[in-house]
């Protein structure tokens, strides 16, 4: 008699930093259920990064249905496939949409959407951060008994994996003695303006970081090559990258870069679990103890960015970095 493989669905569906922060969740989940098949529902930007990803053996990217048609093949796709579990991390009334459309019978459920069976019914999930409230969602789930809950307690992901499914390349070309980098991220989303620091401040940073030995790397989207130039026209010397990396490809150059410094914003999240030492810059807009990356991270704020002093930055970067000017 064949044996029955056990299926099991995550959900996240966005946004790239919460997706980066709940790769630890992913990670956990794929330690519980070590020969299960997983798929990942998730949206079409985080599909070649979770193809890649050894937590799952399919994705899903049909995770935000708009027609009526769509909602209907979502439903049997996941009532067809008969899953012994759902892992919802997005929880969110888009997930909880998704569980209602599975009545009269849905799977078994994890998250908060209304009746599911291992509802996270911790009263203070809303104040927690990500990775603590994901790591406690998986304990009511019964899969993280000693999951660390205490603000502060629950690691960062592991992108490690990312370098293994990647063939060797230099991320960043240069000379046979190529200069230590920083990455900049000084972008965001164009609906959250008042996340980012100034493009003016992240230039005259962008002169002295250069003067004390590195390279200046700019990662982002299309949208944000206009901040590279203007970086550029400060300090020529400094890399344009926008439009040209995949997440993939930033968790690299973080993992070999000196510093990331950046908003609020994904790429500096991916830069961050990569392993770059990174220095985080956040207003009002967003709470540090809710979503701030977390490793060697330095966390700046100010409720307005533009009154955050560049020499406050520049002060932090150097905490961070020893200068590759003065270094033997």
């Not at 048609?69 to 067809?80: C, F, G, N, Q, S």
């Not at 960062?156 to 390349?169: C, H, N, T, Y």
């Not at 991320?171 to 230590?180: E, K, T």
Request: hydrophobic share 40%; net charge positive; with cysteine.
């Amino acid at each position: 008699m064949p044996r029955v493989v056990e299926r099991i669905l995550v959900i996240k569906l966005s946004a790239l930093g919460d997706f980066v922060l709940a790769l630890a969740a992913m990670k956990r989940i794929r330690q519980a259920h070590p020969k299960a098949h997983i798929t990942l529902l998730t949206t079409p930007p985080f599909e070649a990064l979770a193809k890649i990803c050894p937590y799952f053996n399919a994705v899903d990217t049909g995770g935000r249905p708009e027609s009526f048609p769509e909602w209907v093949a979502l439903r049997k796709r996941i009532k067809d496939a008969g899953y012994a579990r759902v892992y919802d991390l997005q929880t969110s009334a888009q997930s909880n949409r998704i569980f209602q459309l599975l009545r009269p019978s849905p799977p078994p459920w994890s998250g908060v959407a209304f009746g599911c069976s291992m509802p996270h019914r911790n009263p203070l999930r809303n104040g927690m951060h990500t990775l603590e409230r994901q790591a406690d969602q998986l304990m009511y789930a019964g899969i993280w008994p000693d999951a660390p809950t205490e603000p502060g307690s629950a690691p960062p992901p592991d992108l490690s994996w990312i370098a293994k499914a990647r063939p060797p390349e230099r991320p960043v070309p240069g000379a046979n003695r190529p200069r230590p980098y920083v990455i900049f991220v000084p972008g965001g989303s164009a609906h959250r303006m008042d996340k980012r620091w100034p493009v003016e401040k992240y230039s005259e940073l962008a002169r002295i970081l250069y003067g004390r030995g590195f390279d200046i790397v700019v990662v982002g989207g299309p949208a944000e090559t206009d901040l590279a130039h203007a970086i550029q026209r400060a300090t020529p010397r400094a890399r344009d990258l926008t439009g040209r990396t995949d997440f993939a490809s930033i968790a690299m150059l973080g993992s070999r870069a000196a510093l990331a410094i950046g908003n609020d914003t994904g790429p500096l999240h991916l830069a961050a679990a990569g392993g770059a030492p990174t220095i985080v810059l956040f207003s009002k807009a967003s709470d540090p103890a809710l979503s701030a990356p977390r490793g060697r991270v330095a966390i700046l704020r100010a409720d307005n960015l533009a009154d955050l002093p560049v020499a406050q930055v520049a002060q932090a970067a150097n905490s961070l970095t020893s200068s590759p000017a003065s270094a033997p």
